[in-house]
């Protein structure tokens, strides 16, 4: 994980000496200010993968309560539903905009999932894999780490991810083999090979 001083060059490197002194007064502010900066490449990585408005009828993601409602920005129907607190519409979903969509992608995925307990570099590939497939791209990690492999972030599993050691290829491999077995499969599994082999290839962020 970025300590504190790394942390704190990321937000003072070009920033006026004022700015500087500040940070150096507040140290605190410098490491939420750094893990904010974090979150938001991040999320920015799953957007620039996730596209916009989606009409994919063949995306079981795209209904809710056997509705058909679409996804946008990556937020399937019953993420929104959750959000909403009731069943959206398919106005509802397109007007989604970037700064909610980032909002529940920041809280219902980044943290819920323990993803922010990672190592730093193993952050932008498992973001990606619970933002696709929920659960199972925790329970990936849960089997790569040695805890029980139930899809909740709980204590112990928070704690394992924090000295997680595994490579962004062997949670890419894990992974996969579990997406082998969704029935869209054929229709979805070249689309998610090619995601998830760049973003293990690829230094975090560059995609």
Do not use: C
């Amino acid at each position: 994980m970025m300590n504190s001083a790394i942390l704190a060059q990321l937000l003072t490197v070009g920033a006026p000496q004022e700015s500087k002194d500040q940070a150096e007064l507040n140290p605190n502010k410098v490491i939420q200010g750094a893990i904010e900066n974090q979150k938001n490449r991040l999320v920015e990585s799953v957007f620039n993968s996730e596209g916009g408005y989606s009409t994919d009828t063949k995306d079981t993601g795209n209904y809710v309560e056997g509705k058909f409602v679409g996804t946008n920005h990556g937020i399937s129907a019953p993420v929104l539903k959750n959000y909403l607190g009731r069943t959206p519409t398919i106005k509802d979903m397109r007007s989604l905009t970037k700064d909610k969509a980032r909002e529940i992608y920041k809280k219902d995925y980044y943290e819920k999932y323990g993803v922010d307990k990672l190592p730093s570099d193993l952050q932008e590939i498992v973001l990606h894999g619970v933002v696709n497939s929920g659960g199972t791209g925790l329970k990936v990690a849960q089997k790569l780490v040695g805890v029980k492999a139930d899809g909740v972030a709980g204590k112990k599993t928070k704690k394992a991810l924090k000295d997680a050691n595994f490579t962004k290829q062997e949670y890419k491999n894990e992974l996969l083999k579990e997406y082998k077995k969704f029935k869209t499969w054929k229709d979805h599994g070249e689309g998610w090979t090619n995601r998830f082999e760049h973003l293990a290839q690829e230094d975090p962020f560059d995609m």
